[in-house]
């Protein structure tokens, strides 16, 4: 138990550079308690002591503000950043050096008891606010952008963004023409779509400035035609 307590303290240093010491983490760090409450409301999951693993992921949901359901299955060295709404359901499964920002879901998409919440392979990275909703695998190593809704199965080594999210990067090979796949820095598919809408009508208004000047047509308001002619 305390060797897992050293490698979660660890991985914080790891993955956050405002982390400046033990006590720090140890009291203000809501995604480091939330894990530690998880792994003792699972323990007692696991033993089918269903009520009580259930009433301490409550109290771990409002202490901390981060849901985990005791049914739910995580690997070594995870880490939540912030944390605060962060939603892990029943039949999730997260592999190791696994990273999730502020908002995620990890949910289902139906009412069935069965397994109804995604896989995450190992090194998985989810941005803020991303919603990963249904019984399909997250690929190692991929990354899902922020306010992401994924719906469907990701490929290993992929990068994923947009509402319904789509693969921009997968197994070393880009998808199109697209930025490095740094967190904060992520392509936006609405910008690049806004963008070509506005291409095209520069190129109609080029277009029809050319044909008024060979046909000599009168441009302009209403008047104007009136009185030019």
């Given at each position: 138990m305390f060797k897992t307590i050293k490698e979660d303290i660890q991985t914080v240093f790891e993955r956050d550079p405002a982390a400046r010491s033990v006590v720090e983490i140890l009291t203000c760090y809501p995604g480091f308690h939330a894990l530690l409450i998880y792994r003792?409301?699972?323990r007692l999951w696991?033993?089918?002591?269903?009520w009580a693993a259930r009433f301490l992921s409550h109290l771990c949901r409002f202490l901390t503000g981060i849901e985990i359901h005791p049914?739910?299955?995580?690997?070594?060295r995870f880490f939540i950043d912030?944390?605060?709404g962060v939603v892990i359901g029943e039949t999730a499964e997260i592999g190791d050096d696994c990273t999730l920002y502020h908002g995620v879901?990890?949910?289902g998409t139906s009412w069935a008891k069965e397994k109804r919440h995604p896989t995450l392979g190992n090194n998985v990275?989810?941005?803020?606010?991303?919603?990963?909703?249904?019984p399909f695998k997250v690929g190692d190593n991929s990354k899902i952008g922020s306010n992401a809704v994924v719906v469907k199965e990701v490929p290993l080594n992929a990068?994923?963004?947009?509402v319904p999210g789509r693969v921009v990067y997968a197994n070393g090979?880009?998808?199109?023409?697209?930025?490095?796949?740094?967190?904060?820095?992520?392509?936006?598919?609405?910008?690049?779509?806004?963008s070509c809408l506005m291409d095209q009508l520069r190129s109609l208004e080029r277009r029809v400035k050319e044909l008024e000047q060979g046909t000599g047509a009168v441009t302009g308001s209403p008047v104007e035609k009136r009185e030019a002619n």
């Open positions: 003792l409301s699972h696991r033993r089918r002591w269903f049914g739910a299955t995580i690997g070594r912030h944390g605060m879901t990890l949910g990275v989810v941005g803020s606010g991303a919603k990963i909703l249904g990068t994923v963004v947009g090979v880009r998808v199109g023409a697209q930025t490095d796949l740094e967190h904060g820095q992520l392509p936006d598919p609405d910008e690049k779509a806004i």
